[in-house]
């Protein structure tokens, strides 16, 4: 090897230690930068990023709290609902009841119904006799005035007898009550 082979190889070595160091200059100025650019955007982040966990972590709390009150509240719900079943068992006996009952009323009714037919051709009949019966007294009516008449007349005449012949209750025996 020549020796302007090696001071062309030093000088390329020196060039490339110059370009390594000027390389190395620029990733440290690089990465200096980048560092303080991701600073500023952690920040930003942070800016947006820590109300964001604040919100979930309330939001998730009032979550488990409404989760918590609905689970008691159906816990409560439960728990009113034994009652009203056995409630329910004790209205449907009673509805068994209450349809008996129907049909015992139901059986009464027809029998009332089959009562009144009767009493109604009853009745007809009964008009008939009372129609009769108001013929008759009304046929009775003025015989029942002309005896009233003659018993007045006979009251009369009997007033009329009764005072001549008072003198002669004292002749007999008997005859004065006054005593």
């Known amino acids: 090897m020549s020796e302007q082979s090696r001071i062309d190889k030093a000088a390329a070595g ?6 390594a160091a000027s390389t190395t200059t620029v990733s440290d100025a690089t990465l200096e930068r980048f560092a303080r650019s991701f600073e ?14 604040l919100a979930f ?23 009113q609902m034994d009652p009203i079943a056995r409630s329910m068992v ?24 089959n009562e009144m037919v009767h009493m109604g051709s009853d009745f007809d009949e009964g008009l008939t006799i009372a129609g009769r019966m108001d013929h008759s007294v009304a046929t009775m009516v003025p015989i029942a ?32 009550q006054r005593r």
């Open 14 to 19: 020196e060039e490339g230690s110059a370009t």
């Open 57 to 79: 972590t309330v939001l998730a709390a009032y979550g488990f709290y409404l989760i918590y009150s609905m689970t008691r509240d159906v816990h409560l719900v439960t728990q």
């Open 145 to 176: 005035q002309r005896m009233q008449y003659d018993a007045d007349v006979m009251t009369q005449r009997i007033q009329n007898v009764t005072g001549p012949m008072n003198f002669m209750s004292d002749m007999f025996p008997m005859g004065d």
């Open 40 to 53: 500023a955007s952690a920040r930003r982040w942070e800016l947006v990023v820590y109300p964001m966990m």
């Open 90 to 113: 004790a209205v449907s006996d009673n509805m068994v009841r209450v349809t008996n009952h129907m049909s015992s009323m139901t059986a009464n009714i027809n029998t009332i119904t």
